[in-house]
């Protein structure tokens, strides 16, 4: 909980959060739609190149009839940074819930998330832990929410495994291609594919799937990794699984790659997607009241 005092009141925060959770599911990315549009122009096989242009007309309909791009809205996940100076007087997992409760009934979403035993469905897209927020801290005057819809399709091929730490990184990257060859289409490619290696097995699958949340053409900022994002991209889209599966040079808008330490015993390796229309949203919070949201 985030309690202090601040200009942001808790209806405006939870106003623009709604504002952004439909940015986000109804208008996708304008970078995953330039790439699609890119990947149309190079494509050479015809069913792959209408399968795009279907995608692109998605994005369309969607955006002209203010309705979400996939009838699998995903799960609430949010990314927090809160600012050092950054002042709040109401409960930040509070208002994150109740903004999601609103979303559900306005946009409309589906409601996903179900008791991992009974099945029960909590019938609001929260409770059981959601939404699910993952926090971090900087030293700046704003706070900035993330807001990152999971769908099931691409949660479901996300991968983990622990290398012995003698493994070289031609294993890695083996791993990684093999992996995605066996999705196929199960995950609606082109997709974002995202990769995490080091810190531990829970850190490695959060820093996948933060990797997704980059943009197709934003590289890493070390060298030797961005090279391998770049290798990785080519290779992928060598197996020629193509859009939704059913063949074409392209597989993947981009492989997107976030590091950490790890302990010398270990190096684990975590992979997450995030399929072809990229839903995500980014609001910012400022103590003077100005709320932006891209």
């Known amino acids: 909980m985030v309690v202090l005092g601040s200009g942001i009141k808790k209806q405006q925060f939870v106003e623009a959060i709604v504002e952004a959770m439909r940015k986000a599911i109804v208008f996708g990315s304008d970078a995953n739609k330039r790439e699609i549009e890119k990947q149309r122009r190079e494509e050479t ?11 692109l007309e998605n994005f369309k309909v969607a955006r002209k009839k203010r309705i979400p791009l996939c009838q699998d809205t995903g799960v609430p996940i949010f990314y ?18 109740e903004a999601v409760r609103k979303a559900t009934k306005e946009i409309p979403l589906r409601a996903n998330i179900v008791h991992p035993v009974s099945r029960e469905n909590t019938g609001n897209n929260c409770g059981l832990g959601f939404p699910f927020v993952f926090f971090d801290f900087f030293n700046g005057n704003y706070l900035e929410i993330v807001f990152c819809p999971k769908g099931g399709g691409s949660e479901n091929m996300g991968r983990l ?23 196929m289409g199960k995950c609606c490619p082109p997709c974002t594919i995202g990769i995490g ?3 531990g097995a829970d850190i490695c699958l959060n820093l996948a799937k933060k990797a997704t949340l ?30 939704m599966g059913l063949g074409g040079k392209h597989s993947a808008l981009a492989v997107n790659i976030e590091i950490a330490g790890t302990h010398t015993a270990t190096l684990p390796v975590g992979i997450a997607n995030n399929c ?15 709320i932006r949201i891209n």
Do not use: H
């Open 197 to 199: 290696i080091g810190g």
């Open 45 to 55: 096989c015809g069913l792959a190149k209408l399968q795009l242009g279907q995608m």
């Open 276 to 290: 072809w229309p990229g839903r995500k949203a980014t609001t910012r919070f400022y103590n003077n009241g100005k």
């Open 161 to 183: 495994r622990m290398f012995e730490p003698t493994a070289q990184i031609e294993e890695v990257k083996r791993f990684i291609v093999e992996t995605v060859a066996e999705w």
């Open 214 to 243: 980059r943009e197709p053409d934003e590289r890493n900022k070390d060298k030797k990794i961005a090279e391998m994002e770049r290798e990785l991209l080519e290779k992928i889209n060598g197996l020629g699984i193509g859009p």
């Open 80 to 97: 927090a940074r809160v600012g050092s100076k950054f002042k709040l007087n109401f409960d930040l997992r509070e208002a994150l819930g």
